[in-house]
């Protein structure tokens, strides 16, 4: 089985892959994937440039570009997490082609996931609201690129959402979810 992972900036995607991961998954990463490139071609470690090479992959290999890569990295049998999916294509490719294939979309309240961006204080982060607005309209849908960022896109295709704006409560929701898919699938 594969778990796909969707969510807007610091929505706290974390909080769901640490509980499958607690359940045997196997954690797959897009950004650990283009971060490795960024250092291939010496280039400096900014969402904007591992956005742009996210682009690039999907416009020069076909827009499931990132989970055909990582598809290609997994062993029959075995459970894994795909996070995380940033383009409405790339969850078509999944549910295309994957038999045991799940979306989960986690989204939290703007403000919320600002504070959590200035508290995490990573490097490639936003810094100012205006900059995380910046960022966050990108994410949710790049108007320029239809290759591009797209997680309104991935959220509607998910088969289930998350509101991870009270972590208590959005524990309490992994956990549903985690009982219905595992309901679903006696494999998992």
Not at 50 to 62: H, T, V, Y
Not at 104 to 130: C, G, M, S
Request: overall charge negative; glycine content about 6%; hydrophobic content about 35%.
């Amino acid at each position: 089985m594969i778990i796909g992972v969707t969510g807007s900036i610091a929505a706290g995607k974390e909080t769901l892959t640490s509980f499958l991961r607690e359940k045997g998954f196997i954690y797959f990463e897009t950004s650990k994937i283009i971060k490795d490139e960024l250092f291939k071609r010496g280039l400096e470690d900014t969402r904007w440039n591992m956005q742009n090479i996210g682009d690039e992959f999907r416009e020069s290999l076909g827009p499931g570009a990132w989970m055909k890569i990582m598809l290609d990295r997994t062993e029959p049998g075995k459970n894994y997490i795909f996070d995380s999916l940033r383009n409405g294509k790339e969850a078509e490719f999944l549910k295309e082609n994957v038999k045991d294939f799940v979306l989960i979309a986690v989204d939290a309240d703007q403000k919320v996931r600002f504070d959590r961006i200035l508290k995490r204080n990573k490097v490639h982060d936003p810094k100012t609201w205006e900059d995380f607005l910046k960022v966050d309209e990108r994410d949710f849908f790049d108007k320029e690129n239809p290759l591009g960022q797209q997680i309104s896109r991935c959220m509607e295709l998910s088969d289930f959402k998350i509101d991870n704006s009270d972590l208590e409560k959005s524990r309490n929701e992994v956990r549903e979810i985690w009982e219905k898919i595992k309901n679903a699938d006696n494999g998992v």
